[in-house]
């Protein structure tokens, strides 16, 4: 139980196109949602937490209005990088948490490779 | 602020050596640690916790454990396998209320490659 999946696994765009990724809590509902982005050799940087049906909180640092997410349901969570340039290129890692005691913890989705050209 | 501070790798061990990855960590209260693993290409999976001192951790045959006075964590296995071929985070957070997790906070990880 609580598996997370991420889609694409893995993708490529041009500078300046936006790409979405999406997050699903597979087998549980997840109250809330987490992004990570890791950069080669570097830990996860937790770019945002969003809970269900509410505006996602971003940590310091990071644009709002570059890494759209959007929390609609239970189960699905996306992020949106828009006008994308080179230096977006990261790996992007989604976890979710649910309200059930089983999923009290983070489960971690496989990420999501961005390459942008 | 809380921080993690773990040994910087690569670490390179022939299969059947002894691991021992260093982790220690700055807490303004009583956090829950854990010991996360991410295999090549894939996401992380928890791999042990303890979730207060003197509580030790255990899975896979890797172990450890909670020491408040040295505000330590280290990840410890006896006999490592290709197969553990992993990057190793270490982390903190404190349990919200009502019990689920609070916001993780990660060591920079620590890359593990063993030979046979």
């Known amino acids: 139980g609580a598996v997370v999946s991420q889609h694409p696994s893995w993708v490529i765009c041009k500078s300046g196109t936006s790409v979405k990724i999406e997050c699903r809590s597979l087998?549980?509902?997840?109250?809330?949602m987490f992004w990570y982005r890791q950069f080669p050799k570097q830990s996860l940087m937790l770019m945002a937490t969003?809970?269900?049906?509410?505006?996602?909180?971003?940590e310091q640092g990071v644009e709002k209005d570059k890494f759209l997410i959007n929390h609609a349901s239970l189960t699905l969570s996306t992020l949106t990088v828009t006008s994308a340039h080179p230096e977006d290129s990261s790996f992007y890692i989604c976890?979710?948490?649910?309200?059930?005691?089983?999923?009290?913890?983070?489960?971690f989705g496989p990420g999501t490779r961005l390459t942008v050209t | 602020g809380d921080s993690v501070t773990q040994m910087e790798g690569p670490v390179t061990l022939s299969e059947e050596a002894c691991l021992t990855i260093?982790?220690?960590?700055?807490?303004?209260?009583?956090?829950?640690l854990f010991w996360y693993v991410q295999y090549p290409g894939e996401g992380l999976q928890l791999l042990l916790k303890?979730?207060?001192?003197?509580d030790k951790g255990s899975n896979k045959g890797f172990e450890a454990t909670y020491r408040k006075e040295t505000t330590s964590f280290h990840l410890e296995k006896g006999s490592v396998q290709v197969s553990d071929s992993a990057v190793y985070f270490c982390?903190?957070?404190?349990?919200?209320?009502?019990?689920?997790?609070?916001?993780?906070?990660f060591g920079k990880g620590t890359k593990l490659s063993v030979k046979p």
């Open positions: 976890s979710a948490r649910g309200i059930s005691r089983i999923t009290y913890e983070q489960y």
């Open positions: 087998d549980f509902q997840a109250t809330t």
């Open positions: 969003s809970n269900e049906g509410s505006k996602a909180t971003y």
């Open positions: 260093n982790c220690t960590y700055t807490a303004t209260g009583y956090p829950s």
């Open positions: 303890a979730t207060k001192a003197d």
């Open positions: 982390a903190l957070s404190y349990m919200n209320y009502g019990g689920s997790q609070g916001n993780l906070i």
